[in-house]
């Protein structure tokens, strides 16, 4: 099992990934699961039958409990049998798609920049009374952080997010310099056109990170929406 320190100065967590198909985040200090994140195929009933039997093995309270549901290009919704003691959920069009999203969330949580975030910035965007519906975005860019933005909402978009339902928003900005005048008018104005509609009841974490890899002049955005859903 391979693991990495995670937020070593805010929680003193680590992220242990089990395999491609899941990761858990485990407290270190009481050796406990903090968040499982589990990917399931809808099109494979043993796989759906194992799901349902590990989540009620890991459901007593202290988990946080995260679905990725690989399902068919029109498949929005998800049986509600298989939601129980599930805290938040994805649904996307293919096993690679879902795998993506469990990446995705890896490295938002585990990149460090000028301002990262950590683990419990994503449970205040995943976490909803009731249960949560979060979509999942990434959008990549030359130079213009605006176009990335509205690349990772597309994307989002295309696995069925409802800007006027999504009331939490989680993003990362990954760029090699800073952010330029121009650039933050850009993001500001993104965020006013996603909060529009929400009044008072709306919620942005964001983080500004570093590439891992060495392309030069790439901008790229990863975007978590939710909404809370209740069965």
């Known amino acids: 099992m391979d693991s990495i320190n995670l937020s070593k100065d805010k929680c003193g967590r680590t992220l242990a990934v089990i395999n491609t198909q899941a990761a858990v985040i485990i407290d270190s200090r009481t050796k406990e699961y903090y968040m499982v994140v589990l990917v399931v195929d809808l099109n494979d009933e043993v796989a ?22 690989a399902a068919d290009q029109d498949r929005k919704t998800v049986d509600p049998a298989l939601l129980s003691g599930i805290d938040a959920w994805f649904v996307t069009s293919s096993q690679k798609k879902a795998v993506e999203i469990v990446s ?67 993003l990362a900005i990954s760029c090699d310099t800073d952010l330029i005048k121009a650039q933050v008018d850009d993001f500001n104005d993104f965020c006013v056109s996603l909060s529009a509609k929400h009044d008072n009841d709306f919620e942005m974490k964001w983080g500004l990170t570093s590439p891992t890899d060495s392309t030069n002049n790439v901008i790229s955005v990863t975007l978590i929406a939710t909404h809370s859903y209740t069965l």
């Open 48 to 69: 759906k039958d194992h799901f349902v039997q590990y989540v009620r093995e890991c459901s007593n309270g202290k988990v946080f409990m995260v679905a990725v549901f």
């Open 104 to 170: 995705g969330m890896q490295q938002m949580a585990t990149s460090e920049g000028q301002i990262s975030l950590d683990l419990a910035d994503m449970k205040t965007i995943l976490c909803h009374r009731g249960g949560c519906r979060a979509y999942y975005g990434k959008g990549v860019s030359g130079d213009k952080l605006n176009a990335a933005l509205d690349n990772a909402l597309l994307q989002s978009k295309e696995n069925g997010l409802d800007r006027d339902a999504c009331s939490r928003y989680l």
